[in-house]
């Protein structure tokens, strides 16, 4: 089984619509993370965790929220989709060491 | 602020050709650098890790990475590409005052059979 696992694994939606994105892991970290990628940029960090207590923001988060429902569990939330926010979302836990990624989520918003 | 270069975006190569990708990063202090690679369709996987000792680490799949602290360098080598190889390869930094990555906008690898 995964480590990290991600629902849904592709979304398509429409502007304007409230999209939830799931992460769950069985690593037993506390550290959680999420992530968009586009083309040519790499990776951004949109929020991570390091408790479920402690949340904040990463070098995107506009238009995005989170919630910590758990030590296992990391949700994003698009509140009012739009069309820039077509991309490929990656959850990932970490230890001190390294960070362990889920197999992303392709979301694209008409 | 913090950021992460890596020189090449895509690269192109022969099977059995040697590989080097390079990174730079620009942050003063002290790191912990990585490189992951992302095969098509498939999520990222850890390639190689350095956090401190022998600054030529070994990773998975024949890969190397030598970190030259005064050039604020850690690239990527292969000595003989193989087409599984094809892949986007990324250079990620970790300043140890904090437990983010940085990361570098990724390299394209396309190895022609």
């Known amino acids: 089984d995964a480590d990290v696992t991600q629902t849904p694994r592709n979304r398509i939606t429409k502007t304007g619509k409230r999209i939830m994105l799931e992460c769950s892991q069985t690593?037993?970290?506390?550290?959680m993370y999420w992530y968009r990628q586009d083309p040519g940029l790499g990776l951004q960090l949109i929020y991570y965790?390091?408790?479920?207590?402690?949340?904040n923001k990463g070098e995107i988060s506009d238009g995005y929220s989170v919630s910590r429902q758990a030590q296992a569990k990391f949700s994003l939330s698009l509140e009012s989709a739009i069309p820039n926010q077509t991309a490929l979302y990656f959850c990932?836990?970490?230890?001190?060491?390294?960070?362990?990624f889920g197999p992303g989520t392709r979301l694209t918003v008409l | 602020a913090q950021s992460v270069s890596q020189h090449n975006h895509h690269v192109i190569l022969s099977e059995a050709a040697s590989l080097e990708l390079g990174c730079n990063y620009s942050?003063?202090?002290?790191?912990?650098l990585f490189w992951y690679v992302q095969y098509p369709g498939q999520h990222l996987q850890l390639l190689l890790k350095?956090?401190?000792?022998d600054p030529l680490v070994k990773g998975i799949k024949g890969f190397e990475a030598e970190f030259i602290k005064s050039k604020f360098s850690f690239n990527l080598r292969k000595p003989s590409v193989q087409w599984s190889d094809t892949a986007e390869y990324f250079c990620?930094?970790?300043?140890?005052?904090?437990?983010?990555?940085?990361w570098g906008a990724g390299t394209k690898l396309i190895i022609k059979p």
């Open positions: 990932a836990t970490s230890d001190e060491y390294e960070q362990f």
């Open positions: 942050y003063g202090g002290t790191v912990n």
């Open positions: 965790s390091f408790d479920v207590k402690d949340i």
């Open positions: 350095y956090f401190s000792g």
């Open positions: 990620a930094v970790n300043p140890r005052s904090n437990y983010q990555l940085i």
């Open positions: 690593k037993g970290h506390d550290r």
